[in-house]
């Protein structure tokens, strides 16, 4: 599959000059007409539409990128000292059993949504299975014990926090469940992702060597992934900023809808899982309890920046469903629960 990739790339043409002319055209008169666009959608006098927009670009950048860079460490030391073997030795044979198990692989790596990604992908370089390895991507976000502390601080230990628990990891393993029974291999990864088994592994390298290599790989992930990084930060800040959340928020009033507007609310905002726990407590005397658990399990596991960074690890098609089963889990989950706990 590799070699095929690869080879698809090479047949690709270069794209004409007449046609690399209208898409700078495009994007200039886009960018000339998105801030009359805005003044008229917000209302705001444009100095105070800019000043908007990039005040929440920057609150999500700054939130967000010590979170990569922590995951881009954890990468370029996972790059260092861990084998394919290592990787082999420590998981279950039962490839469903170590797909649920990958679940609670946040408890071993610490990292956020932005951090999880990088790490991820390198494990897959690593051999880690597919299904494994979306399961922890998915989970990791939560299931970490920065995220459950704060979590506990703003609802304390009842339905809320077991319910993102519960939620988090059936959602996750269900996911990859789903990647183990339907796709082969490394088929949802991009030919980079994956694992080099003609490559020589060379020998564990002692810990100065080590670290140097590991801070050299961290430095590539983080450029790497960042870009997608800014991306997503930009068009997050654009929909908190010309999209009227009142709206929103006028139509989640009951079991279905309060669900599906908070799970929006979620991929739009942006928020790390690290504080999200205190953005949702905002929410709690107006939306239904199944409407807080979706957001706080959704959010974490897609949002746009995280939807974006994947298009850096897996196929386009993979990512489609990366976003589309979680969403659509989750949102069974708080329908369910808010029926459970008797909101019509």
């Known amino acids: 599959m590799q070699f095929d990739a690869l080879y698809s790339l090479a047949k690709r043409r270069p794209t004409p000059l007449s046609l690399r002319l209208f898409y700078a055209l495009l994007v200039v008169?886009?960018?000339?007409?998105?801030?009359f666009v805005a003044v008229s959608v917000t209302g705001m006098a444009l100095p105070t539409v800019i000043q908007v927009f990039t005040t929440r670009f920057?609150?999500?950048?700054?939130?967000?990128?010590?979170?990569l860079l922590l995951g881009s460490i954890t990468s370029g030391l996972i790059d260092a000292f861990v084998r394919p073997d290592d990787i082999v030795r420590v998981l279950p044979r039962n490839?469903?059993?170590s797909t649920v198990l990958g679940s609670f692989m946040g408890l071993i790596f610490p990292v956020c949504e932005c951090g999880v990604v990088p790490v991820a992908k390198r494990l897959f370089t690593k051999g880690l299975p597919v299904s494994i390895g979306i399961s922890f991507l998915l989970a990791a976000p939560f299931m970490n014990p920065i995220v459950f502390a704060s979590t506990l601080i703003a609802f304390g230990f009842g339905e809320v926090f077991v319910g993102r628990f519960v939620v988090t990891a059936l959602v996750a393993s269900a996911v990859?469940?789903?990647?183990?029974?339907?796709?082969?291999?490394?088929?949802?990864?991009?030919?980079?992702s994956m694992l080099d088994a003609s490559a020589i592994v060379p020998p564990r390298p002692k810990l100065g060597a080590g670290l140097s290599q590991a801070m050299a790989t961290a430095s590539v992930d983080f450029f790497d992934m960042g870009r997608f990084l800014v991306i997503g930060c930009l068009m997050a800040a654009g929909m908190q900023t010309f999209v009227p959340q009142e709206a929103l928020l006028a139509i989640g009033s009951d079991t279905l809808s309060s669900v599906?507007?908070?799970?929006?609310?979620?991929?739009?905002?942006?928020?790390?899982?690290?504080?999200?726990s205190f953005l949702a407590l905002a929410f709690v005397n107006t939306f239904t309890t199944g409407a807080i658990i979706a957001f706080l399990s959704f959010g974490p596991m897609v949002d746009i920046k995280s939807a974006l960074m994947f298009l850096g690890v897996f196929t386009r098609r993979t990512v489609f469903y990366l976003i589309l089963l979680p969403f659509v889990l989750?949102?069974?989950a708080g329908v369910v629960i808010n029926l459970m706990l008797g909101y019509r």
Not at 29 to 35: E, K, Q
Not at 176 to 189: Q, Y
Not at 263 to 276: E, K, N, P, R, Y
């Open 260 to 276: 599906l507007v908070m799970q929006g609310l979620a991929f739009i905002l942006s928020a790390c899982s690290t504080v999200d």
């Open 58 to 67: 920057l609150g999500i950048f700054v939130e967000a990128v010590p979170f």
């Open 176 to 192: 990859g469940l789903i990647f183990a029974f339907s796709t082969r291999g490394t088929e949802p990864l991009r030919p980079e």
């Open 29 to 35: 008169s886009l960018l000339t007409a998105l801030p």
């Open 95 to 97: 490839r469903y059993a």
């Open 330 to 332: 989750n949102l069974l």
